[in-house]
T-cell receptor
Framework: QKEVEQDPGPLSVPEGAIVSLNCTYSNSAFQYFMWYRQYSRKGPELLMYTYSSGNKEDGRFTAQVDKSSKYISLFIRDSQPSDSATYLCATPAADAGGTSYGKLTFGQGTILTVHP | AAGVIQSPRHLIKEKRETATLKCYPIPRHDTVYWYQQGPGQDPQFLISFYEKMQSDKGSIPDRFSAQQFSDYHSELNMSSLELGDSALYFC??????????????FGPGTRLTVL
């Protein structure tokens, strides 16, 4: 079982829709969570990162973390065709003491298509 | 703003040949990570360097080696290439001191095709 699970989709929505992308994780020591966007044949681009439980908002994007259920989400409001990409959740490794470091573990990525 | 530079962007090799991938981190970033992404898969961590020393090692085959140089650029050397090595290879850089998030910024990747 992967430490970070993500529904690969694909997900297809009309322009203007609210998109919800979700991941679950198994290691309660994980402290930080990132969302990356990856366009086809490009490198992952950091969208947002969060630490504590709760919401973090940046423009049309909202990241949500629920550590009690080990569940992270990314919401995209007013989705645009330019949002069409693969979205990857990721978390840095964490030792038993809860200290985060280095290497990222990614979810499988969700392929999102926003059609006009 | 300057980004992570990787070269070459595309590389085609035959089985059993060798390949060298290069990564130039964002200026003042002292940590470099290498990831391998197979078709339709998520990136898998290979190896990382901090201040020119190997800091962590993931699922990197023994046929691969890497190092970080005094100018912080890094090279991934791959020998005895196999068909299964065909993938996108990403380099990411980060700098400590930005909080425990260790935010990693990815390069555009090198697409390696082994024939």
């Amino acid at each position: 079982q992967k430490e970070v699970e993500q529904d690969p989709g694909p997900l297809s929505v009309p322009e203007g829709a609210i998109v919800s992308l979700n991941c679950t994780y198994s290691n309660s020591a994980f402290q930080y969570f990132m969302w990356y966007r990856q366009y086809s044949r490009k490198g992952p681009e950091l969208l947002m990162y969060t630490y504590s439980s709760g919401n973090k908002e940046d423009g049309r994007f909202t990241a949500q973390v629920d550590k009690s259920s080990k569940y992270i989400s990314l919401f995209i409001r007013d989705s645009q065709p330019s949002d069409s990409a693969t979205y990857l959740c990721a978390t840095p490794a964490a030792d038993a003491g809860g200290t985060s470091y280095g290497k990222l573990t990614f979810g499988q990525g969700t392929i999102l298509t926003v059609h006009p | 703003a300057a980004g992570v530079i990787q070269s070459p962007r595309h590389l085609i090799k035959e089985k059993r040949e060798t390949a060298t991938l290069k990564c130039y981190p964002i200026p003042r970033h002292d940590t470099v990570y290498w990831y391998q992404q197979g078709p339709g898969q998520d990136p898998q961590f290979l190896i990382s360097f901090y201040e020119k020393m190997q800091s962590d090692k993931g699922s990197i085959p023994d046929r691969f080696s890497a190092q970080q140089f005094s100018d912080y650029h890094s090279e991934l050397n791959m020998s005895s290439l196999e068909l299964g090595d065909s993938a996108l290879y990403f380099c990411a850089s980060s700098t400590p001191g930005t909080g425990a998030t260790d935010t990693q910024y990815f390069g555009p990747g090198t697409r390696l095709t082994v024939l």
